[in-house]
């Protein structure tokens, strides 16, 4: 099984900021098969890229994911009010089983 | 615009069989991976297995942890998608979520891009 450690487990930033979010492996991610979600409370997860840097349909340019191997970042360039929340990393590299880290949860400060 | 909802019982008693249903609307099922997960209230995600319906008939695949007590179904209907769960125990408590997996170009999938808005689900005599 392969484990996904996110950090930091909260940030707290102010709207206009950016957010640098960090997704770590237990082991190599094949082709970079790593998503992330944002999940706001009582909503479903919302897919925001997927294949480490892909952005997902509708999702704003000021979401972009990077990595490989095994770290990956998610970067909000410049915060909006709506982007608080919780945000998951995701592997699919691993057929057998597919794996999420803990989240981080984004704050406003 | 497709659309998935879920349903089925909230309380479920220990040792019976969790039963919910997806149910697609807007589009076809076929061509894609249909999904079930699992959030206990305050938790992260766990996926529970899916089923898929881009070759010929459905195919299944389950979290290896829950394997022995996990059935999906192929659904006649082709617009619904069930989740079996069978010997529950309070542990199984969660908000489940069913969502869509789509395919690239290559073939490859296990992304999810739709969810339903998830059903909590109460173990609990």
């Known amino acids: 099984e392969i484990v996904l450690t996110q950090s930091p487990g909260i940030l707290s930033l102010s709207p206009g900021e950016r957010a640098t979010l960090s997704c770590r492996a237990s082991?190599?991610?094949?082709?970079?098969?790593l998503a992330w979600y944002q999940q706001k409370r009582g909503q479903a997860p919302r897919l925001l890229i997927y294949g480490a840097s892909n952005r997902a349909t509708g999702i704003p340019d000021r979401f972009s994911g990077s990595g490989s191997g095994t770290d990956f970042t998610l970067t909000i360039s410049r915060l909006e009010p709506e982007d608080f929340g919780v945000y998951y990393c995701q592997q699919y590299g691993s057929s057998v089983m597919y794996t999420f880290g803990q989240g981080t949860n984004l704050e406003i400060k | 615009q497709v659309q998935l909802q879920e349903s089925g019982p909230g309380l479920v008693k220990p040792s019976e069989t969790l039963s919910l249903t997806c149910t697609v609307s807007g589009g076809s099922m076929r061509g894609y991976y249909w999904n079930w997960f699992r959030q206990p209230p305050g938790k992260g995600l766990e996926w529970i297995g899916w089923?898929?319906?881009?070759?010929?008939?459905?195919?299944?695949n389950f979290n290896p942890s829950l394997k022995s007590r996990v059935t999906i179904p192929e659904d006649t209907s082709e617009n619904q998608f069930d989740l079996r769960l069978s010997s529950v125990t309070p542990a199984d408590s969660a908000v489940y979520y069913c969502a869509r997996a789509p395919t690239d170009y290559e073939g490859s999938f296990g992304w999810f891009d739709l969810w339903g808005h998830g059903i909590l689900v109460t173990v609990s005599s």
């Open positions: 089923i898929g319906y881009v070759h010929n008939g459905g195919k299944n």
């Open positions: 082991q190599s991610i094949i082709r970079n098969y």
